[in-house]
């Protein structure tokens, strides 16, 4: 397999390839680009993409999602197993917000719905090449605090030290983290660190994927073995041969699948279903979860052998709270990011945004803060963030205004009377309706705001019969 080529050094020549079966869209795309000094290559499918990264130094795709062949998901796959330090942008003229968000999830680094704005385009595009080096995926000769962007709280300056001496390595890791930790950014930073780093990257997340598909899913199949396998199919686990496979809430996977996984990290072979013959796989395996694995095992759901091989190291991501003094540097890197995303001057944020931030509870981590701060950048009046701007979710047993602040007519509506209820379903109801709200009804990330499986969520909406409104809403 060719990996990847050098990418163009500098952002204000950066070549981008642009990938459309519509040659008009491909022609307002090369003209716009062209118009802000970038290079540019022009693809009409994903298989001819795939051909031209092969040839061609690339700095950044952007791909249409539909399109006949592999398609812009089948071409998104290829870029991170081959070019993984080329940032991917999709375009999608069907898809709703959690159907992109569901790409960002896949590798994407960013999205667009059709028709798209010509600056905020470009703006996506410039914060991109213009933090490339920031980014994990170019972290060569740069130490572990840098890449996650420093901090000054001792936990955090323990963890880098720790993964420095972790990441050289071929070890397995088993990273344990609350929901909104940044586990799967920790993966990436371990892969790019290591020897495997021009390798594949390739994340499996078992808690999403159906049991009866994940086998298929990890290990692949033959033609015929069970309804609808018309062809051969290469497994997960064989993509990532050479580099790095991560076994993402792998508390979730069946007492089934354990089995199979345990004999995998014993005899490093891999067989396909319905196929006897042994395929050996070299990879590095790092698994995550928020799930509490001991006391999984303690019930006899988890299987203490497959632990114990999965925890060679043990990398326990601290939540937010816990390393508070971080919050400013995070808030002001946050806010450069997304005020380049949205075409705006630098926003930055006031005292009094800071003090609100820092009183935070932060239930959700880093990812709370990081889209509170990108709504925040949307509801901003000017350049400087101020506490108005900032929506966040009121703790428990918190008093009323305490590091909360809602936009002005949202508290006009909150001023509202409304009847306490004592019923814990009813409380329920109403938290899981919170939670999808405040994810655009994307089930699985109100899932992690609530701290319960996907499974789980699926069955209370079931129960609580939550309408879900739109299309492709089970990412």
Not at 143 to 165: C, N, Q, T
Not at 438 to 449: M, Q, S
Request: charged letters at 25%; aromatic letters at 4%; a neutral charge.
């Amino acid at each position: 397999m060719e990996h990847a080529k050098p990418t163009a050094s500098s952002a204000q020549h950066a070549t981008i390839l642009m990938v459309d079966d519509d040659r008009n869209i491909l022609q307002v795309l090369e003209a716009r680009l062209a118009s802000a000094k970038y290079k540019t290559l022009t693809a009409s499918s994903a298989e001819e993409a795939v051909e031209l990264l092969a040839r061609h130094p690339v700095d950044l795709v952007l791909s249409d999602v539909k399109m006949p062949g592999m398609g812009g998901v089948g071409l998104l796959r290829e870029v991170l197993a081959q070019w993984p330090t080329v940032p991917v942008i999709l375009l999608t003229a069907y898809g709703s917000i959690p159907d992109a968000v569901s790409t960002i999830r896949s590798g994407a680094a960013d999205y667009l719905t059709k028709p798209f704005d010509g600056q905020q385009l470009l703006g996506k595009i410039a914060a991109l090449l213009g933090s490339r080096d920031q980014k994990p995926g170019s972290c060569k000769g740069k130490g572990v605090s840098e890449v996650l962007w420093g901090g000054k709280s001792p936990v955090m300056r323990d963890f880098y030290a720790l993964m420095e001496r972790v990441a050289p390595t071929d070890v397995a890791v088993l990273i344990l983290g609350e929901s909104g930790t940044g586990k799967e950014l920790i993966a990436r930073i371990l892969h790019d660190m290591s020897p495997r780093a021009k390798g594949p990257f390739v994340i499996v997340d078992c808690g999403s994927t159906q049991p009866t598909l994940l086998e298929s899913e990890l290990f692949g199949h033959v033609k015929g073995s069970f309804t609808h396998a018309v062809r051969d199919k290469k497994g997960l686990m064989e993509d990532a041969d050479g580099g790095t496979l991560v076994l993402d809430e792998i508390g979730n996977i069946s007492p089934e699948m354990q089995t199979r996984l345990l004999r995998f990290l014993q005899e490093r072979t891999i067989r396909r279903v319905g196929d006897n013959r042994a395929i050996p796989v070299n990879c590095r395996v790092i698994a995550a979860t928020n799930a509490d694995l001991p006391a999984l095992v303690k019930r006899g759901e988890f299987r203490e052998d497959l632990y114990f091989r999965l925890k060679v190291v043990t990398l326990k991501v601290p939540p937010l709270r816990d390393r508070k003094e971080d919050i400013p540097l995070l808030t002001e890197r946050f806010l450069e990011t997304f005020s380049q995303a949205q075409g705006r001057p630098r926003i930055s944020a006031s005292a009094e945004t800071l003090r609100l931030l820092m009183a935070h509870d932060w239930a959700g981590n880093v990812r709370e803060l990081k889209h509170a701060l990108e709504g925040g950048v949307v509801f901003c009046r000017g350049q400087v963030l101020e506490p108005r701007d900032i929506q966040l979710e009121q703790a428990p047993g918190q008093a009323p205004g305490q590091a909360v602040a809602v936009p002005a007519p949202v508290q006009a509506e909150a001023a509202a009377p409304q009847a306490e209820s004592l019923s814990l379903d009813d409380n329920e109801h109403q938290a899981i309706i919170r939670a999808l709200e405040r994810t655009a009804w994307v089930k699985k990330t109100a899932a992690d705001l609530l701290g319960i499986s996907r499974r789980a969520i699926h069955y209370k909406i079931k129960k609580y019969n939550i309408h879900i409104p739109g299309k492709g809403q089970d990412e």
